[in-house]
């Protein structure tokens, strides 16, 4: 799962590199891939990320609890 981040990661930077350059050259499809750069990684990149961070319960340290309360 690491590697299917990493090399998302990637795919989106370099095509964010790509929707740069036409920005630049002001060619007509420009914003359309930004914005398609921009909805994928939103859609795709993000919740895959977040799946493998907190898929081990890694969470749960953070989390606030009626047992934690009462430590306090």
Same mark, same amino acid.
């Given at each position: ?6 090399? &998302?990661? #990637?795919?989106? &930077? #370099? =095509?964010?590199? %790509?929707?740069?350059? &036409?920005?630049?050259? !002001? /060619?007509?499809? *420009?914003? %359309? ?8 990684? *939103?859609? #795709? ?6 799946? /493998? ?10 989390? #606030?609890?009626? *047992?934690?309360?009462? !430590? =306090?």
């Amino acid at each position: 799962m690491k590697y299917v981040v990493l090399a &998302l990661f #990637i795919v989106f &930077l #370099i =095509w964010m590199a %790509i929707g740069t350059y &036409l920005l630049q050259t !002001e /060619h007509v499809k *420009a914003p %359309i891939v930004m914005g398609l750069g921009v909805m994928f990684m *939103a859609f #795709i990149l993000m919740p895959v990320f977040i799946y /493998h961070r907190y898929k081990d319960g890694k969470y749960k340290k953070y989390v #606030i609890d009626d *047992a934690k309360l009462e !430590e =306090w």
